[in-house]
């Protein structure tokens, strides 16, 4: 079965540093990719998606992601964090052959100011 | 549009009784989905529908009914509720279960099993 693990559990920046969460997946075949962002008492929101093409995708609010086919991989990256970044963080994968989009356990990102 | 509308948005249930989280969308997605969210577990599959007529398991049914009687709907019911069923609850939906579309959520039902 298809399964997406999220190495870091809970990241404390301060304003300014740059950003990385890894994004591992199992499955062999085609898939789709995502991030999603959670704020404090909101919904999930999209960040990026990768569906095809050019593996370094770019998102919303200058978030970006590295699809790694070699590694099954989906890091996100940011250069420059902001307070208003603190949220939880979500990496997402659909299968091609069963259309489920099963979640990671999450990030939850502390960004001090 | 309204999108992806979940009612309640709180509950608070005793163990044993039973209850429907209501999912509605008016975006005519075929596919829709529904997810809890607990700590530390990110949020997992219960059940999905591909289509009206059709609905199948996630990853952590038991415990749990669907039907898709109409495109726009797509209920959960919890027939006797548990304490482990404490969680926030998220349906989703997006246009069809194969393709390059992006699935949009709801704002979540918080229920409370005591």
């Known amino acids: 079965a298809q399964s997406v693990s999220q190495h870091n559990h809970h990241v404390i920046l301060s304003e300014a540093a740059s950003l990385e969460l890894g994004c591992n997946y199992s499955?062999?075949?085609?898939?789709?990719l995502f991030w999603y962002v959670q704020y404090p008492g909101q919904h999930l929101q999209l960040l990026l998606k990768y569906f095809s093409g050019d593996p370094l995708v770019k998102g919303i609010k200058g978030f970006e992601a590295e699809f790694i086919k070699s590694k099954f991989s989906f890091n996100l990256r940011k250069p420059s964090v902001q307070w208003s970044d603190t949220a939880e963080y979500f990496c997402?994968?659909?299968?091609?052959?069963?259309?489920?989009?099963?979640f990671g356990q999450g990030t939850t990102l502390q960004v001090k100011p | 549009n309204a999108g992806v509308t979940q009612t309640p948005k709180f509950q608070v249930l005793k163990t044993g009784q039973s209850m429907t989280l209501q999912c509605a969308q008016d975006m005519n997605h075929e596919y829709m989905s529904w997810y809890r969210q607990d700590p530390g577990m990110g949020l997992r599959l219960i059940h999905y529908s591909v289509g009206a007529g059709i609905t199948d398991q996630g990853e952590v049914p038991n415990g749990y009914n669907v039907s898709r009687s109409t495109t726009e709907d797509f209920p959960l019911r919890l027939l006797s509720a548990a304490p482990s069923q404490t969680s926030v609850y998220f349906c989703a939906s997006r246009i069809a279960a194969q393709g390059e579309y992006e699935q949009y959520f709801g704002p979540g039902t918080r229920l409370t099993v005591t």
């Open positions: 997402a994968v659909r299968t091609s052959n069963t259309g489920k989009l099963i």
């Open positions: 499955y062999g075949g085609t898939v789709n």
